[in-house]
């Protein structure tokens, strides 16, 4: 399998898929957006009036019109295009695709040795990129991001995933993260298997509360169909600039922009972690706590349609 640290990569996820049909008469052409005739019309499918005339240029028109299919899509939305990812993990994630029911297509990753594998320009040296074709996207698919961390200083997820003008970053609503409490600390992370038996896990909210969230929490807590799971999606500092060297908060800024261009994580991006809400956490979700005290490995799932172009 493709290793993260292994330069440029591609894969493919979800996205919306929208058609457009229509039918034309022959020898007839017609502009889209005008109005279909009303009942009482008196116009005929063949364009002509009841008593034999032509029509005048008009109701011609919208003659033809009452022909065609509508395209389907609301107005609003655009055709949907590649996205771009940009991931970093302190310490370590790796990065899948499928369904609700489990990742088909996996990339596994390592974790980072040093601070500059997470924070640091360029591109792929620090946080990471790939671009998703859009035209393996059929709908309610997930994006799956898989983190685990060596139990010390920081732990979080920081990520971003644009199609055309919209962004979503890490920190939304529409994550949801499960913690399955299986230690991967001293190893290169879960499998695929792994991972995919710990989704149905999550889905059913079969895990142990006292060692796991026993399902899927976003940042509100519980999610349908996990009603019993426990704490919650925990949200923390953007990745905005430093004030001074030294001074920020919990994380340093993570690569925004490298020297040759190349596209990095924004400022809008929060970073994300799991917070059981049990006591165990010493300050906040994003420090250590000694331990396996966050219940890692974690899995984070994001539904594919919660990244739309409008």
């Given at each position: 399998?493709?290793?993260?640290?292994?330069?440029?990569?591609?894969?493919?996820?979800?996205?919306?898929?929208?058609?457009?049909?229509?039918?034309?008469?022959?020898?007839?052409?017609?502009?889209?957006?005008?109005?279909?005739?009303?009942?009482?019309?008196?116009?005929?499918?063949?364009?002509?009036?009841?008593?034999?005339?032509?029509?005048?240029?008009?109701?011609?028109?919208?003659?033809?019109?009452?022909?065609?299919?509508?395209?389907?899509?609301?107005?609003?939305?655009?055709?949907?295009?590649?996205?771009?990812?940009?991931?970093?993990?302190?310490?370590?994630?790796?990065?899948?695709?499928?369904?609700?029911?489990?990742?088909?297509?996996?990339?596994?990753?390592?974790?980072?040795?040093?601070?500059?594998?997470?924070?640091?320009?360029?591109?792929?040296?620090?946080?990471?990129?790939?671009?998703?074709?859009?035209?393996?996207?059929?709908?309610?698919?997930?994006?799956?991001?898989?983190?685990?961390?060596?139990?010390?200083?920081?732990?979080?997820?920081?990520?971003?995933?644009?199609?055309?003008?919209?962004?979503?970053?890490?920190?939304?609503?529409?994550?949801?993260?499960?913690?399955?409490?299986?230690?991967?600390?001293?190893?290169?992370?879960?499998?695929?298997?792994?991972?995919?038996?710990?989704i149905l896990n999550c889905n059913a909210g079969t895990g142990d509360p006292a060692t796991s969230s026993a399902g899927w929490v976003n940042t509100a807590g519980p999610v349908d169909g996990t009603p019993s799971a426990v704490g919650v999606l925990a949200v923390g500092e953007a990745n905005e600039p430093n004030a001074g060297p030294?001074?920020?908060?919990?994380?340093?800024?993570?690569?925004?922009?490298?020297?040759?261009?190349?596209?990095?994580?924004?400022?809008?991006?929060?970073?994300?972690?799991?917070?059981?809400?049990?006591?165990?956490?010493?300050?906040?979700?994003?420090?250590?706590?000694?331990?396996?005290?966050?219940?890692?490995?974690?899995?984070?799932?994001?539904?594919?349609?919660?990244?739309?172009?409008?």
């Amino acid at each position: 399998m493709l290793n993260f640290r292994d330069g440029a990569r591609s894969v493919r996820l979800v996205g919306l898929v929208f058609v457009v049909a229509s039918l034309a008469a022959t020898g007839c052409s017609a502009r889209r957006g005008s109005g279909a005739p009303g009942p009482g019309s008196g116009q005929s499918d063949g364009g002509t009036s009841d008593d034999g005339a032509l029509p005048d240029a008009t109701a011609s028109h919208d003659a033809i019109v009452d022909m065609v299919v509508a395209d389907t899509r609301p107005p609003f939305m655009s055709a949907p295009s590649d996205v771009d990812v940009a991931i970093t993990a302190d310490n370590a994630y790796s990065f899948g695709y499928g369904t609700e029911s489990g990742i088909d297509t996996y990339f596994a990753g390592s974790r980072a040795t040093s601070a500059g594998e997470i924070f640091s320009c360029p591109i792929d040296f620090g946080p990471e990129h790939y671009v998703v074709p859009a035209e393996s996207a059929p709908p309610g698919a997930y994006l799956y991001i898989v983190s685990w961390d060596d139990h010390s200083v920081t732990q979080g997820v920081l990520a971003q995933f644009k199609r055309t003008d919209a962004t979503l970053y890490s920190g939304d609503t529409n994550f949801e993260v499960c913690a399955t409490g299986i230690d991967f600390t001293t190893a290169s992370g879960p499998t695929q298997e792994q991972v995919n038996t710990e989704i149905l896990n999550c889905n059913a909210g079969t895990g142990d509360p006292a060692t796991s969230s026993a399902g899927w929490v976003n940042t509100a807590g519980p999610v349908d169909g996990t009603p019993s799971a426990v704490g919650v999606l925990a949200v923390g500092e953007a990745n905005e600039p430093n004030a001074g060297p030294g001074d920020y908060g919990v994380f340093p800024q993570v690569c925004v922009e490298d020297a040759d261009g190349n596209k990095g994580i924004e400022e809008g991006a929060h970073w994300m972690w799991y917070d059981p809400q049990d006591g165990s956490v010493r300050s906040d979700a994003f420090h250590s706590s000694r331990g396996n005290a966050f219940r890692a490995f974690l899995i984070f799932r994001l539904p594919a349609d919660s990244i739309v172009i409008f």
